[in-house]
């Protein structure tokens, strides 16, 4: 109790629009409490719709303790199950991705249906009721080809995220789509630096010079405020809802998600090295504008994603430990669309391959120096950081309302 106050006088205390202090970013019993107070309490992005494209496709990964498995069950319904066999706890789905008949635990044939209830416990005696040892659902969502879950015992109200982002997605018909391909990479920095990285564009000049060929640095586009006030952003906004995509700036209440459609540079139409298109089939049959720009889509803390013309791009944050962080990166294009026909697959990904990787390197510098005893928190940049210090206002936030939540509106003397 004691420990979580302390965090809280420091959240609350916090000199506004700068970064924060050290240990957010480097110790073990601040990251742990950031697990348990977000991670295993608040919606989180984990994979796509197309991943489970037929009964019985499933897909696993880990969040922090707890190992969850995602399956397309016999009635097409996306559920999500804590991957863990309800005999000894042996994790039931060992592969990343595969596709089953039934779930079946290696280790002693426990057999669970696609929904998770038991079929067969071998040999656990006449009395043994296999109606109360079926595999613990997890919290569920599906919202244009997105899918998110909870860990928490009960989930907040995914509502409110459905009816922001759903108009923004629903053109593009994710959910049709397919992963042409993704990739995975360790970054050693904390999940906050992540996400601090990737709300400015303040270092792109100098740090990104394929992404620059045809993604804005101006503030307007990478920031919280001002969109509506550029006129290139609004002469593109009003051009885009004509042609009835959805596109102005919405961002929630809570800070904690938001969409938004944005102009490429120039005549940009893809993120590659010409501007031109990636993929010559484009990703939804359903949009026949061309320079649509990208539509961002941001949700703390596990998401940010483009979605183009041609091509959408999704990008899962997921904490490894206080000072790692993966990133998976998914490449979603046209579900008949062929690779070596209609796209080229070092074209499609070429740009992000390079830009993940000098932000790997960005974020990992960054680690190194905060962990410096000389280190303390520095200001952020008004101009160019609008997104930055929004994040970690966000944060912040939703962490001291989490602690006073728990602990009951508990009082803190400054």
């Known amino acids: 109790m004691e420990f979580r106050s302390q965090v809280m006088r420091q959240l609350k205390n916090r000199r506004e629009g700068f970064s924060l202090e050290q240990p957010f970013y480097t110790d073990p019993a601040y990251f742990k409490l950031d697990m348990e107070m977000l991670w295993y309490r608040d919606w989180l992005f984990v994979g796509h719709d197309c991943e489970l494209p037929k009964n019985g496709s499933?897909?696993?990964?880990?969040?922090?303790?707890?190992?969850?498995?995602?399956?397309?069950?016999?009635?097409?319904?996306?559920?999500?199950?804590?991957?863990?066999?309800?005999?000894?706890?042996?994790?039931?789905?060992?592969?990343?991705?595969?596709?089953?008949?039934?779930?079946?635990?290696?280790?002693?044939?426990?057999?669970?249906?696609?929904?998770g209830s038991l079929l067969v416990g071998r040999q656990m005696g006449s009395e043994f009721d296999k109606s109360q040892y079926g595999m613990k659902r997890v919290h569920c969502e599906s919202v244009g080809g997105y899918i998110f879950i909870?860990?928490?015992?009960?989930?907040?109200?995914?509502?409110?995220?459905?009816?922001?982002?759903?108009?923004?997605?629903?053109?593009?018909?994710?959910?049709?789509a397919k992963v042409a391909?993704?990739?995975?990479?360790?970054?050693?920095?904390n999940w906050k630096l992540v996400w601090e990285n990737n709300r400015e564009c303040y270092h792109c000049a100098a740090n990104h010079p394929e992404l620059c060929r045809t993604y804005p640095e101006a503030p307007t586009a990478t920031g919280v405020q001002g969109a509506a006030d550029d006129p290139v952003i609004a002469d593109h906004w009003k051009r885009c809802e004509t042609a009835g995509l959805p596109s102005t700036f919405q961002m929630h209440e809570s800070g904690q998600f938001r969409v938004a459609r944005m102009p490429l540079i120039e005549e940009a139409e893809?993120?590659?090295?010409?501007?031109?298109?990636?993929?010559?089939?484009?990703?939804?049959?359903?949009?026949t504008l061309s320079h649509i720009g990208t539509m961002l889509l941001f949700h703390y803390p596990t998401t940010w994603n483009h979605v183009l013309g041609d091509h959408a791009i999704s990008f899962r944050v997921l904490p490894l430990g206080p000072e790692e962080t993966a990133v998976t990166t998914k490449w979603l294009v046209h579900k008949d669309a062929v690779e070596g026909v209609d796209y080229n697959l070092e074209e499609l990904t070429h740009v992000w391959n390079m830009t993940n990787d000098q932000?790997?390197?960005?974020?990992?510098?960054?680690?190194?120096?905060i962990r410096s005893?000389?280190?303390e928190p520095g200001p952020y940049s008004d101009l160019h950081e609008g997104g930055v210090m929004q994040f970690v206002e966000w944060y912040s936030?939703?962490?001291v309302n989490r602690l006073m939540g728990e602990q009951g509106q508990l009082s803190i003397v400054a």
């Open 181 to 189: 391909h993704q990739s995975t990479i360790i970054e050693k920095g």
């Open 270 to 287: 893809s993120y590659t090295m010409s501007g031109k298109p990636a993929v010559s089939r484009p990703l939804s049959d359903d949009v």
């Open 373 to 375: 005893p000389a280190y």
């Open 150 to 176: 909870c860990l928490a015992n009960e989930a907040p109200d995914f509502a409110p995220v459905r009816a922001q982002i759903e108009p923004y997605l629903a053109p593009h018909r994710l959910s049709e």
């Open 58 to 115: 499933y897909f696993t990964l880990q969040i922090g303790d707890y190992p969850v498995v995602v399956v397309r069950g016999r009635d097409g319904q996306i559920r999500a199950l804590h991957n863990t066999c309800r005999h000894r706890g042996s994790r039931v789905c060992t592969k990343e991705h595969g596709s089953a008949v039934r779930l079946v635990c290696p280790y002693h044939q426990w057999t669970y249906e696609l929904d």
């Open 359 to 369: 932000d790997r390197q960005i974020v990992e510098e960054n680690a190194f120096g």
């Open 397 to 399: 936030n939703f962490m």
